[in-house]
């Protein structure tokens, strides 16, 4: 059975007029996990069971007349660091190996509850910490569009399933440009929710002031479409918003015509790869056909968001992670006393990222230099929220490249995590300021490599944000594009 | 010659909140369960979870900070504590740091010459407290256990910390501090402040510093004192020791120093080097905690009366004397019995019977005011018979008895056993009559003049009436039917 290019819209309907059975596309879904997984490495766990479980539900209600949930019968893969009920979530570390979390994350429960069905566990970097997928513990992920080059990270896995026509839906999580980045160079669409939109109960923290869950799907109206059933206030989650969720799917229509568009002129600077830029260029073009205008605007304290990011993240995940301590759960290292079984399930659990990051954040809070690295990264980042307010006054939405290049190869950045973390320089102020953040399909580089366009709004705009990339992708074929797999 | 020195204590108290539930997710904080039965994902920090603030926590801490005359931070927020041991299963704890719920209070202490003094109170702050470790193998300690045991049912019940000034001079103050805070706690229902299960404990800080000097001296830190007594006992040893260390010429080290409670001595645990980096930062789980005036008044209006209010309400309101007034307010169920029972009748009485009957008999078995067999109304009924001379006051004790031994109300006693007053003239009256015909010769007497008899004839009548007889009907009739 050919689905792969289904829409989660159309498999939903579908399934809601008796012509596919759910079962049935379940079942097609893990023949072609079986087929391209071994090649492309996206999941950590398939799971057989559950999913085929879930499909007989939907056709069973189906059969009975009863309601089909919003996304009855669409298969959807979930990065490895949202917890699963009795089934295994590793954070793609060592430390987490086969240990299966008691409890749903919250998101799990509204995908239980709207019909989904969960294939599986995607790759990711180890702890969400990584731009390649290559810090997971356990294998890297293949880019579906040239197995050569990286996914991009960290929720590489879920943004491969959904390029790879696995599954039309996926979810990630963004804390500093996590789904919009391998979004971008995966040539899927990636939207990271404003910070408290979507509950983060469930989603093995890395950096809590800046996680935040969100979806991948080739087009704006499916990611809409998952965006209103994940999204809302959650009693468990003192973070979660109390902001009525509109049906973003109904609110697509607007189009781009009388759209004032931010241009930040320090996105436009160096290090912007050509074509990446050239194809800004393009899309800016087709903005403006629609109707869309563009104005320069300024985020003075751009040059500033990296080192505040990576003191403020660091300083949080050093805390978020001392939590794996081989006592309660996950890998024990062998030790006399106690102090050395910390030592040992720490050295031995973590990988080198996980343990740069933790180091850094550590140092960050310590006394002493907790003043002059952390409090001064908290101002810092204070002053980025206010530039995006002030340039927000100024436009609707902000247009950004998302990635300053298109996806580099294996092992070309590894030895150099300054570069690295460069890769995500045009999405962590996004995270910083709390805002919502969109990427998608931009074009294609010469060697085939998709790129990604970043569209910022304001708090809550997710609607906004929507609308235009629905408007954009209505102009443009990007989207409709699949690799040869 | 010796420099006399002073001594110079504050006092931090941990007190755990009387919450039905934890601080951060709805698991019971009853004491006493089967270990790990009272956990779920949320509070045995499972990667994933998230906190949650039980409203009834806040409330319970802006009350102890009003009962304690504190300041109430308009912004307050919690912070993380991060530190890797068992005991804490995130390997933090949630507390608060720069920004407290309450600070600058007090609270007065009374000596026993009647001197008040004011020991300020520098913060109150709220936390979670930690799990309950036990180290299997010789001494107990981690460090020599072959294994080790954790419950974490305690982790994440609600504590309360209060800190106060190195105000305290004297380990009687300390002592005298710690029974003020109790009680204070106790009466606004803030904490059942239970020191056996844990429910309030205390650390010291203690320096000395050569009388007249306005300038602190190095402080120890002295923790494990698992009683009022052991901290006032504590702290007179530390002192001491401090003393006799500046004397010999030697110097006081800032470290932490436990209490050996069987040896009665101090030890040092850690230095000032060894003193953990808490690395404290905002919590970003929980978002900062606006207190609008009015979550501060609605909080004011359920604070009870506090002991000495009551005390001094006592005195006024029940004409009792200092001394009962403070018997009565020591606890507050003890205080809300006496209103209960002493409404309508005489309180002064209600007081004798609660004071010297009642608790002299619950203080034999062993059991507290709650528990006690004769119900406020019992005992109010029981007054109220005697007051209105249906009873007296001597076949009311063997009422109250069988009130103690049967939980029977007075009414149903008297009624069973047939122990009314008969105050009734008709009745009395034959009854006089009676005794006076059985006993020509003492009625001859008192005719004659010996009026000793009286009492004689009376105590007859009491006999023949099985201690029923209005005494003072009887006399005065006895007196109508002999005089002339």
Not at chain 1, 179 to 186: K, M, N, V, Y
Not at chain 1, 352 to 361: A, C, D, F, T
Not at chain 2, 433 to 457: C, H, I, Q, S
């Amino acid at each position: 059975m050919e689905y792969s290019t289904l829409s989660a819209v159309d498999i939903r309907e579908r399934v809601v007029r008796g012509e596919l059975k759910a079962e049935d596309l379940c079942r097609a879904v893990l023949d072609r996990i079986r087929a391209l997984n071994p090649q492309l490495k996206i999941f950590l766990a398939v799971d057989e069971a559950g999913s085929l479980a879930a499909a007989r539900e939907v056709d069973r209600k189906r059969a009975a007349g009863e309601v089909l949930g919003p996304l009855a019968g669409v298969p959807i893969t979930l990065k490895d660091n949202l917890c699963t009920k009795n089934f295994s979530t590793t954070c793609a570390s060592k430390i987490l190996d086969g240990w299966k979390p008691p409890y749903n994350a919250t998101v799990v429960e509204r995908l239980k509850a709207a019909g989904a069905v969960l294939m599986g566990k995607a790759n990711m970097d180890e702890f969400a910490m990584g731009s390649s997928c290559e810090n997971s513990a356990f294998h890297p992920t293949f880019n579906p569009w040239n197995p050569a080059y990286v996914v991009g990270g960290s929720s590489g896995g879920s943004a491969a399933a959904v390029a790879a026509g696995i599954t039309p839906l996926a979810l990630g999580s963004d804390t500093g440009g996590s789904i919009r980045q391998p979004a971008a160079l995966c040539g899927v669409m990636g939207f990271k929710p404003t910070y408290g939109r979507v509950s983060r109960y469930g989603l093995m923290a890395f950096a809590s002031s800046l996680d935040q869950i969100g979806p991948f799907a080739y087009s704006a109206e499916d990611a809409a479409l998952l965006m209103s059933v994940i999204s809302g206030h959650d009693e468990r989650d003192s973070t979660s918003a109390e902001i009525d969720v509109p049906d973003y799917r109904a609110q697509l229509s607007g189009g781009l015509k009388g759209l004032k568009v931010g241009l930040p002129k320090e996105y436009y600077g160096e290090g912007l790869d050509p074509e990446v830029r050239a194809a800004l260029e393009t899309a800016k073009q087709v903005w403006r056909a629609a109707g869309a205008e563009f104005v320069e605007v300024s985020l003075p304290h751009t040059e500033y968001c990296l080192a505040a990011y990576y003191l403020v993240a660091t300083a949080e995940a050093s805390s978020n992670l001392a939590r794996y301590d081989g006592v309660q759960y996950g890998l024990r290292g062998e030790g006399g006393h106690l102090l050395a079984m910390y030592g040992a399930t720490r050295a031995q659990g973590f990988g080198p990222e996980v343990k740069r990051r933790i180091m850094l954040g550590t140092y960050a809070l310590s006394a002493g230099y907790y003043d002059a690295y952390y409090k001064k990264a908290l101002q810092v980042r204070t002053l980025i929220q206010r530039d995006f307010n002030a340039a927000l006054k100024q436009c609707d939405l902000i247009l950004t490249p998302t990635s300053p290049t298109p996806a580099f190869k294996l092992g070309e950045r590894m030895d150099d995590p300054l570069t690295m973390y460069l890769s995500d320089i045009y999405t962590i102020s996004v995270n910083l300021a709390g805002l919502p953040g969109l990427s998608v399909p931009c074009g294609f580089t010469s060697q085939g490599l998709p790129m990604g366009l970043q569209i910022i709004g304001p708090a809550f705009a997710e609607a906004k944000l929507l609308q235009a990339a629905h408007a954009y992708q209505a102009q443009t074929g990007w989207h409709k594009r699949r690799p040869v797999l | 010659m010796s420099i006399d020195y002073e001594i110079v204590v504050g006092l931090e108290v941990h007190v755990e909140l009387a919450t039905r539930s934890k601080i951060f997710c709805g698991c019971s904080t009853q004491f006493g369960a089967e270990p790990n039965t009272q956990v779920c994902p949320v509070c045995l920090g499972l990667p994933g979870t998230l906190p949650v603030l039980n409203r009834e926590v806040l409330n319970l801490a802006i009350r102890a900070a009003l009962a304690l005359n504190c300041e109430l931070a308009e912004h307050t927020k919690f912070d993380r504590k991060n530190y890797f041991y068992l005991d804490s299963p995130k390997a933090y704890q949630i507390s608060q740091f720069d920004m407290p719920l309450a600070k600058n209070g007090y609270l007065d202490i009374t000596s026993p010459n009647g001197a008040v003094r004011r020991i300020g109170i520098t913060r109150v702050h709220m936390e979670e407290d930690a799990g309950k470790l036990l180290h299997a193998g010789q001494g107990g300690q981690i460090g020599n256990a072959t294994s080790s045991l954790a419950d974490y049912n305690r982790t994440g019940v609600p504590l309360i910390e209060i800190v106060s000034e190195p105000d305290l001079r004297t380990p009687e103050e300390a002592y005298l501090y710690l029974t003020g805070l109790k009680e204070i706690l106790e009466f606004s229902k803030i904490s059942d402040c239970n020191m056996e299960e844990g429910s309030l404990r205390c650390d010291a800080n203690i320096s000395v510093r050569p009388l007249g000097q306005a300038a602190l001296g190095t402080k120890a830190e002295l923790k494990n004192m698992n009683s009022f007594k052991n901290v006032r006992a504590g702290v007179e040893y530390e002192a001491k020791r401090q003393i006799r260390l500046l004397n010999e010429g030697g110097r006081v080290v800032q470290e932490t120093r436990a209490w050996d409670a069987e040896k009665g001595v101090t030890r040092s645990m850690r230095s000032k080097e060894e003193a953990h980096d808490y690395r404290y930062f905002p919590e970003p789980d929980l978002p900062m905690i606006l207190l609008t005036a009015d979550m501060v008044e609605t909080v004011r209006e359920t604070l009870p009366e506090l002991p000495q209010a009551k005390r001094v309400r006592f005195q006024t309101q029940y004409g009792l004397n200092e001394y009962d007034a403070g018997v009565l307010t020591a606890t507050s169920e003890l205080a809300e019995y006496f209103e209960a029972a002493a409404m309508g009748t005489n309180p002064k009485a209600v007081c004798n019977w609660l004071t010297v009957e009642l608790l002299g008999r619950l203080n034999v078995e062993g059991k507290t005011i709650a528990e006690s067999p004769v119900k406020p109304g019992q005992l109010n009924a029981l007054v109220k018979l005697i007051e209105s001379g249906e009873l007296s006051g001597k076949l009311g004790k063997q009422v109250f008895a069988e009130m103690a031994e049967k939980g029977e109300a007075p009414q149903v006693v008297v009624k069973r056993l047939g122990l009314a007053q008969i105050s009734d003239v008709d009745s009395l009256k034959k009854i006089v009559m009676d005794v006076l015909a059985a006993n020509p010769g003492p009625v001859a007497e008192y005719r004659g003049g010996k009026a000793a008899t009286l009492g004689f004839l009376v105590g007859q009548i009491m006999k023949v009436s099985r201690g029923q007889a209005n005494p003072q009907k009887v006399n005065q009739l006895l007196r109508e039917e002999l005089e002339p």
